[in-house]
């Protein structure tokens, strides 16, 4: 066989097969549907993941020990997470790196800045060497809140929750798949992934309990968890980010107002700026997925370009029936 016929390795995400006699045990007792990307995704605790992701939760789960100082951005996927981690990155470490124009987030992927605990160090390792880690140490997740490592509720930890209409996270979702397929794959055909997503078969799903999840806890705990959504972020960043500082107690100073600090990071954080440098451009992450397929619109609203009345009529059903009550509501466009 010459070399250009070889197979080529797959990509770390779509690889299912590398797990221990004890992990295959557990997936083997879990409910499982067809994945979007992936062959499977598994239930657990109420929530789907992939193989891979799920070594990831179990091991962060045992292992991980949130400290007081610690900051958990979570998302539901596609709700802006990669914006979120520039934001949140960029604020905190903005005493050490004051100037946007010589600045990490130009050369590194938010990603490999702020990685995900159970997707990324505790997928790749059960216990992962966190001592580079700085205080405040900044990570992110996908976790559902009923799936959190116990530390991070017993600490005081505090955790930024992001989330977008589901209209809009759908459509990206879909997207994102589109793009994480092999070629031979093919896309994912919208109808059949729109179904799962509505039956709660997605990563991290289903949406609907994953944001409630969190809403309840904002709701009770306002000082331990921040509820932000990605139409207001998109609609009033000045105000977001600034309501960002506050909470994770670093206030823009008179100072830093006059100087125009929060433009600064808006600009560096714009998804004009991230999605068009080199890193974002042609980079990949180690695990295989291209750091292009995390920018594609950035826009609210994209699903009119995508879902059919009858499927906008099934999702905002879904939607009014399991926010009733609780007080949340989305804006679409
Ligand atoms: P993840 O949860 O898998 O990490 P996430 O970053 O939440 O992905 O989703 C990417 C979405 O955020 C994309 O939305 P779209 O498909 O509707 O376009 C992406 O374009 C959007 N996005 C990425 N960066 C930014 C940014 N800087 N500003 C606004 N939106 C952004």
Redesign the pocket.
């Known amino acids: 066989m010459s070399s250009s016929q070889l197979p080529l390795p797959l990509p770390e995400y779509l690889q299912e097969d590398e797990v221990t006699q004890e992990h295959r045990d557990l997936l083997s007792s879990l409910p499982r549907e067809k994945g979007w990307v992936t062959s499977h995704l598994f239930q657990y605790q109420g929530f789907w993941h992939t193989s891979r992701h799920l070594k990831g939760v179990v091991a962060c789960q045992q292992h991980f020990q949130a400290h007081d100082t610690d900051i958990l951005l979570v ?12 934001m949140a990155f960029a604020l905190l470490k903005r005493v050490r790196f004051p100037d946007t124009r010589h600045h990490p987030l130009l050369t590194n992927n938010p ?1 490999e800045l702020v990685p995900f605990l159970e997707i990324k160090l505790y997928a790749e390792s059960k216990v992962p060497d966190l001592t580079s880690f700085t205080a405040p140490r900044l990570f992110s997740t ?1 976790l559902p809140f009923t799936s959190l490592p116990e530390s991070v509720n017993t600490s005081g930890c505090k955790l930024v929750y992001l989330c ?1 209409n589901p209209r ?1 996270t759908f ?2 979702f879909w ?2 798949t589109n793009k994480l397929r092999l070629e031979n794959m093919g896309t994912n055909p919208l109808e059949e992934v729109f179904d799962k997503f509505c039956w709660g078969v997605s990563l991290s799903g289903p949406f609907w309990d994953h944001v409630l999840g969190y809403w309840k806890e904002s709701l009770e705990k306002p000082e331990k968890i921040l509820f932000l959504k ?1 139409e207001e ?2 609609a009033q960043p000045h105000v977001q980010l600034r309501r960002l500082a506050e909470f994770l107690g670093c206030p823009f100073c008179p100072e830093e107002e006059t100087r125009c600090v929060v433009d600064e990071i808006l600009q560096l ?3 004009e ?3 068009n440098l080199e890193v974002n451009k042609n980079g990949k992450l180690s695990s295989g997925e291209e750091h292009s397929a ?6 609210v609203g ?1 699903w009119v370009n995508y879902l059919t009345a009858e499927m906008l009529d099934r999702l905002d059903h879904i939607t009014e029936e399991k926010l009733h009550g609780s007080g949340l509501k989305f804006e679409v466009s």
């Open positions: 998302t539901t996927p596609k709700s802006g997470t990669t914006w979120l981690k520039a990603h996908h977008r809009d459509v990206s997207q994102f990605y972020m998109k954080c714009s998804f700026n991230l999605s995390f920018f594609r619109r950035g826009e994209d």
